[in-house]
């Protein structure tokens, strides 16, 4: 018999759920054994039948529903992938955006894109204005410009699109919770010796204004020179000073200072300012060469250069220091770099015999192509190069294709022979004229080897050297067809004689092919640029015809 608990434990468990009917050890179905039932034979309880058998699913034995945990899992699963689905559809909607709980002074930015943001600075520096009262009753209303600040509007939009963005994915939930906050100020320089000069020329006259000795560029003399300053009355810039940092903070919003002027000695002394002058023409002689690292490089103008220098200091304590227009630096190398520097792909041109064999190689010769990118890192070398006072050269990041390598056979080929003197000319490699030549004296023989017509005129004014330095000229020389610098197949009208006898000992060019007027014509008509030209043989002792 079960105790009176175990009986209550089961009565529960039958009420709350489903069970199966076990059989006993003996075999026989039924709970007689339970107190809590009715022996066999009696009513019993609804789905048994008086000899224990089991006239329904009636249960003995209890589980417990799991339906209830699991629904809660399910939903819980459901609300974790709808979480995770928002999260990187708005990771997505803000990978080029400005995530929300960014800002940017008191505009509002969240979504906002490249182009969007470069209108939204623009304005913001535009709005921004500082009045600036002074001694007298004098009063301006002055722009960050006017007060020395140098916005790199390019670098504060980059500022504003990577803030709060993380490449870790976790950190990166923070960048689009709307209630995680991040303040971006505008991206700025500020120039003091130019403030303490624009708020000098504005507030105070003249005659009673002092003068710092200031630096210029001379373009005639390629070199920065001193203008000596004097004594007189300086603004006190702090208070400026102070409402420009919280412009840079806080852009797109005005604001109001008083400031008072001072009586000093010669702000910036003209022995400092020779120093810094001294240091402003070294940047100019120490060249700054740019390399696509590949055919072509690009020196910055000292002309250039100059403009990017600037005077930099604070008057006050009598400082003039150097300072470089970063700004630009990135606008003029993002310009004039690609034009300087990029390389159009040509494919290298092999020209093959009929057996495939290479009888000029780089015939046109092969050139990678080459695409200048991030100039910007460019720009920030060459401020580093700038301040350090030395020279450099800097080689510019650049995606490259390399150039490819073609075989071609040649339809025109011409053989100079110089030990008989003559020129064959072959197409498809068969022989079809042979002309009489002359060709380079002793002391200018034509050179040997294997090259390609490359440059044509049917008249040109010929000038040169000769042995005895002086100066040779034959004008209205027709029919030129240049295979290998100078030297080229044309008409000799006064070298007939050396022409006919084969004779470059005692009649020979300075290293052209001299020929008949018909012949060379001839060429010229038939043989075009690309054409192969083998100079072969050796010099003649003598005339050979």
């Excluded at 200091?313 to 400082?319: A, H």
């Excluded at 057996?355 to 910007?376: H, M, P, Q, R």
């Amino acid at each position: 018999m079960m105790s009176k608990n175990t009986e209550q434990l089961h009565l529960q468990d039958l009420a709350d759920t489903t069970v199966i009917n076990p059989v006993d050890a003996n075999g026989a179905r039924g709970l007689e054994g339970l107190g809590a039932f009715p022996p066999a034979g009696g009513d019993g309880f609804a789905g048994f039948t008086a000899d224990g058998g089991d006239g329904g699913n009636m249960p003995l034995e209890a589980k417990k529903s799991h339906k209830g945990p699991i629904i809660v899992l399910v939903s819980i699963a459901v609300i974790l992938v709808a979480l995770i689905a928002v999260f990187f559809t708005m990771r997505w909607h803000y990978a080029d955006r400005v995530a929300p709980g960014v800002s940017f002074g008191s505009v509002k930015v969240t979504g906002q894109t490249r182009g969007d943001l470069t209108a939204t600075v623009n304005k913001a520096v535009k709005d921004s204005s500082i009045v600036v009262k002074g001694d007298n009753d004098r009063q301006i209303s002055a722009t960050l410009k006017d007060l020395g600040v140098s916005v790199d509007v390019k670098k504060t939009v980059d500022d504003l699109l990577a803030a709060k963005k993380s490449e870790n994915l976790l950190q990166d939930i923070a960048r689009v919770n709307p209630f995680s906050h991040e303040s971006v100020k505008l991206a700025a320089k500020v120039n003091t010796y130019e403030m303490s000069r624009f708020l000098s020329d504005k507030l105070i006259s003249d005659d009673e204004r002092a003068v710092a000795s200031s630096i210029s560029y001379d373009a005639n003399a390629q070199a920065f020179v001193v203008t000596e300053g004097r004594d007189g009355d300086t603004p006190d810039i702090q208070p400026v000073d102070a409402a420009v940092e919280q412009a840079i903070k806080n852009p797109g919003n005005s604001a109001t200072v008083e400031i008072t002027n001072k009586q000093i000695d010669m702000p910036i002394t003209t022995e400092e300012a020779q120093k810094t002058a001294d240091e402003a023409n070294q940047r100019l002689t120490n060249k700054i060469v740019l390399t696509n690292g590949d055919a072509k490089q690009f020196e910055l103008p000292v002309d250039e250069v100059a403009k990017w220098i600037k005077a930099n200091g604070d008057p006050s304590k009598g400082q003039i220091t150097l300072d470089y227009d970063a700004v630009a630096i990135k606008t003029y190398l993002a310009a004039v770099l690609p034009q300087q520097l990029n390389q159009e792909l040509v494919p290298q041109e092999d020209i093959v015999d009929d057996n495939n064999k290479v009888i000029l190689e780089a015939a046109v010769k092969g050139v990678n192509g080459l695409t200048v990118k991030n100039t910007d890192n460019t720009a920030a070398q060459v401020v580093s190069a700038l301040n350090a006072g030395n020279g450099a050269t800097l080689q510019v990041e650049s995606d490259v294709k390399k150039f490819d390598i073609k075989q071609k056979k040649s339809e025109w080929r011409i053989v100079v022979d110089k030990s008989s003197q003559t020129a064959t000319v072959y197409q498809n490699s068969q022989a079809v004229k042979t002309f009489p030549v002359c060709t380079g004296s002793n002391k200018h023989e034509t050179d040997s080897g294997t090259f390609t017509i490359y440059l044509r005129y049917d008249v040109q004014d010929m000038r040169g050297l000769n042995d005895d330095h002086t100066t040779y000229f034959s004008p209205g020389v027709k029919w030129v067809s240049y295979f290998n610098g100078g030297e080229g197949f044309h008409t000799a009208s006064w070298n007939n004689y050396g022409i006919a006898h084969g004779d470059p000992v005692n009649y020979g060019s300075h290293g052209c092919v001299n020929m008949y007027e018909a012949d060379s014509k001839w060429i010229y008509d038939h043989c075009p640029q690309g054409t192969i030209v083998q100079v072969v043989g050796s010099q003649p002792s003598g005339a050979v015809r």
